[in-house]
């Protein structure tokens, strides 16, 4: 059995992941040890048959260098710490990590392997060792429209987000919860005699009160939103705008970069990102024709059909949590140009998103 170091369980990535391996027995192949950053010398938390019950130091790269494959949910600074020193000194195992830190590195492929099975295996048959999860949004984005782009027939897409708190990590997630819970805090709210005018100004003077809790989002995502999701990178650019069409082309390994854009929008529900296209096709396609390949390219995109019933209920966030299916409706074609139709896709950022690219990755690797 390979010996297999499992970094980041604590966090929502990590967490999820646990769950699904367990769920799918994916520790009964493996001998997993249990790594974090702030707890070592504990007792493991949950109950899985592996050689040590004792939580190792994370940051040990003697015990890390002895390992097969090491699977880490942790997170981009601990990567940008370890990875290199662990290759540094001939570490030749394999690195399976949900950061972003390495998918612009030439030796790491970004897996997402409904969509890109065959690079996939190409790189471990010429020997790449390091296999990075893509960001959220990019893998729901092409686990959607992932007929279309197989066929060549996108000439462009434009992309606005609507993504979860959980997206930026379990502390920003609590965050969110305790500022419903603050907000909420108003006397009388329910009950229909009270003024709406008088609630509405409570919550306005409520968010805007010193100890509003806004440390980890710097300001109220509840009853609000936050157009702008990390760092600012070229012309206007933030960097979860500018992984779209960047690690879109790297995933499809492209030799015609398919442009992308949009705006990122940071939005007050807990899990599950949504997204809505306005895609420019490369030839005109009746709509029939466009769901049929959509639908048509894996076992988990359902096409929703464009009526409200069905959108309402079957198209939210809280329909898709927990879940791997990719429902994408909202399918209709646009006024702007005969080969443009928009599309609206919802799913779990931290399945398809984060954890089951990992997971499967290495399942492939044991199987291989
Ligand atoms: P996270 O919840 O913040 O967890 C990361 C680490 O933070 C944990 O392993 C834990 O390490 C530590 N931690 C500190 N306070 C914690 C708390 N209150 N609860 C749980 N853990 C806490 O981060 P994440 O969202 O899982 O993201 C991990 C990586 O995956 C990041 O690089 C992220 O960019 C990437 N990613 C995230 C998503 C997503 O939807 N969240 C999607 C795709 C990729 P110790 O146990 O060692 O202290």
Redesign the pocket.
């Known amino acids: 059995m390979k010996n297999v170091g499992f970094?980041?369980?604590?966090?929502?990535?990590?967490?999820v992941l646990l769950e699904r391996m367990i769920k799918k027995k994916d520790f009964d192949y493996i001998n997993t040890i249990f790594?974090?950053?702030?707890?070592f010398g504990q007792l493991i938390p949950f109950n899985i048959q592996n050689k040590c019950k004792i939580l190792q130091n994370?940051y040990d790269i003697e015990i890390l260098s002895s390992l097969d494959i090491i699977i880490t949910?942790?997170?981009?600074q601990y990567t940008n710490k370890i990875y290199s020193k662990l290759r540094l000194i001939g570490w030749n195992g394999f690195w399976i990590d949900?950061?972003?830190y390495l998918r612009t590195s030439i030796n790491s492929v970004i897996i997402l392997d409904p969509i890109n099975l065959n690079l996939i295996k190409k790189k471990i048959d010429i020997g790449i060792k390091t296999f990075v999860?893509g960001?959220?949004t990019v893998s729901l984005m092409l686990m959607a429209l992932g007929g279309l782009f197989q066929d060549n027939l996108i000439e462009w897409l434009s992309v606005s987000t609507y993504q979860a708190a959980?997206?930026?990590?379990?502390?920003f997630m609590?965050e969110l919860l305790l500022q419903m819970k603050f907000i909420s805090e108003i006397p009388n709210f329910t009950k229909n005699y009270t003024n709406i005018l008088d609630i509405d100004k409570k919550i306005s003077k409520n968010i805007k009160k010193n100890n509003f809790p806004q440390k980890y989002f710097s300001v109220p995502l509840a009853g609000s939103l936050i157009p702008w999701i990390d760092k600012k990178v070229n012309d206007g650019q933030t960097k979860e705008e500018w992984k779209g069409q960047f690690e879109t082309n790297k995933i499809l390994n492209t030799k015609n970069i398919i442009p992308i854009d949009g705006i990122c929008v940071r939005i007050g529900t807990l899990r599950s990102h949504s997204q809505s296209f306005t895609i420019k096709l490369k030839q005109q396609l009746s709509l029939d024709n466009i769901q049929n390949i959509i639908k048509s390219h894996n076992k988990w995109v359902k096409v929703i059909p464009n009526d409200m019933n069905n959108t309402i209920n079957n198209l939210t966030p809280v329909a898709v949590s927990g879940k791997l299916d990719i429902p994408i409706g909202r399918i209709k074609k646009l006024n702007i140009d005969k080969n443009c139709f928009s599309a609206f896709s919802v799913g779990d950022?931290?399945l398809w998103?984060?954890a089951e690219p990992l997971r499967r990755m290495l399942k492939l690797l044991l199987d291989y």
């Open positions: 970094i980041g369980w604590r966090g929502i990535v990590g967490s790594f974090t950053t702030s707890q994370a949910c942790q997170g981009s949900a950061s972003s999860g960001n959220c959980s997206g930026a990590g379990s502390n609590r950022q931290l998103g984060a």
